[in-house]
């Protein structure tokens, strides 16, 4: 393969040791061992099949997240109301989960489709702001985020409200919920569940949308030149706002997955922190769908075993979060990586001379 076109890997896997050399001078700041400390972390996301079940099961948002930030990015626009999109998506399923009694092979169709709906109508907006008035799409998502948090926490007292709490939702029922009892069992009774497969499924769309069509020939073009596009005769801001409803519709999935699957309700007072963190995800997999794939399962190894490595050591788990935060550092100045990797080849070419 050209070593040109991997040249993305090999900034993210620097970006990553990088952020683990980092990580370990923290801990040995802190007064712990950092070897023990990393045996730690991947064991308590890997060391059996439950964490192993419950890794991918954090990771799955985070793959729809991330592939929505990416698709943007790829369109040529900056999707950072995924947040918001997540929480329009998941209060619409779950909103069909508790009010439509109905066999589970025809509701979870429903819940899919309502969470898709609402992502992409959430995004909609943005998107014909940027397309007609030029509102930068950065400022109009964030906004949305708010509304979004706004309307959940009006909605679910107001119409959904739990036995016990009216922070959170009631619970969903069975015929609405994403997990199975074959998977459960198979990882021993992890909170893994369907979501993993209809991220995997999304993830193989959108590389051939992206890669094989003249719809994403088109996106992509209106990203890179607006002026060029609109000369050579494509319909440019039909084609923002697409981007934008389809950015927004995989958010809305994830969503999905995170309420009615690694959930069973949804709560009032957060915004969902893989919203946010998908903009990682997609940063540190070069905006790559597979990459980004790649990229949130190993965030869901670090999100899952922080809590392990704490448990079985001193160190704070919030050490996980910032190693995550210093390889995202590291990815975003990837033009440093890219020289020092140029410097490499470099030296090696004349060594060979």
Known sequence: ??????????????????????????????????????????????????????TLATATALILTGLSVAFAFKTGLFNIGASGQ???????????????????????????????IGGGLWALIPGILKAKFNVHEVVATIMMNWIAYWTVNYSVPAFFKGQYLETE?????????????????????SYINMGLFIAIFCIIVISIILNKTVLGFELKAVGYNKDSANYAGMNVNRNIV?????????????GVTYYLGYSSNIQIGVLPSQGFDGI?????????????????????????????MNAMTSIPPEIGDTIIAIIIYFAATSMLIHMFLDKITAFIKRGKK
């Open 1 to 54: 393969m050209n070593s040109e076109k991997l040249r993305p890997l090999w900034v993210a896997l620097v970006a990553v040791l990088l952020g683990l050399i980092a990580g370990a001078i923290l801990m040995l700041f802190t007064g712990n061992n950092p070897i023990e400390g990393y045996l730690y972390l991947f064991r308590g996301g890997l060391m059996n099949l439950e964490r192993v079940g419950n």
């Open 86 to 116: 997540m929480l329009i998506g998941g209060l619409l399923a779950t909103a069909c989960g508790l009010t439509l009694d109905l066999p589970k092979p025809v509701l979870i169709p429903i819940v899919i489709f309502a969470g898709i």
């Open 169 to 189: 939702s009631r619970n969903i029922g069975a015929n609405a919920s994403l997990r199975v009892d074959w998977l459960t069992n198979l990882f021993d009774g």
């Open 242 to 254: 697409l981007s934008m409803v389809i950015a927004g519709a995989l958010a809305g999935l994830a």
């Open 280 to 308: 990682a995800v997609a940063l540190l997999g070069a905006n790559n769908p597979y990459g980004a794939l790649a990229t949130a399962i190993f965030f869901g190894i670090l999100h899952s075993g922080k809590g392990f």
